[in-house]
């Protein structure tokens, strides 16, 4: 079992920068495959972005520019670093852990094996 715990959410001014930490413990395995998702109100879950263990990313078009998707050397902690956010980034984000991944990103939340509880991102106007 992989135990995910997502932390670095909060209240912003839209414009401004925050960087989410994602760390897994427990029976993780590598290689690995890591991403992000988020969930507004009355919406569908959204990819934002995801690393392969052999370090490809993919980021969805809305946050091209701004997400950046990184990890430690050990490949157990992810970071999403948000710049220039905007109110409509308002979610509750989401890290996702996959055992035994591809080298390709991981852009489907269905292939996800396991998930972190969320964190609350609020982007004020």
């Known amino acids: 079992q992989v135990h995910l715990v997502e932390s670095g959410g909060g209240l912003v001014q839209a414009g401004g920068s925050l960087r989410l930490s994602c760390a897994a413990s427990g029976r993780t395995f590598s290689p690995n495959g890591m991403g992000w998702f988020r969930q507004a109100p009355g919406k569908e879950r959204e990819f934002v972005t995801a690393l392969s263990w052999s370090g490809w990313t993919s980021y969805a078009d809305s946050v091209k520019g701004r997400f950046t998707i990184s990890r430690d050397n050990a490949k157990t902690t992810l970071y999403l670093q948000m710049n220039s956010l905007k109110p409509e980034d308002t979610a509750v984000y989401y890290c996702?852990?996959?055992?035994?991944?591809?080298?390709?990103?991981?852009?489907?939340?269905?292939?996800?094996?396991?998930w972190g509880q969320g964190t609350q991102v609020t982007v004020a106007s």
């Open positions: 996702a852990y996959r055992w035994g991944a591809t080298a390709q990103p991981i852009v489907m939340w269905q292939n996800y094996d396991y």
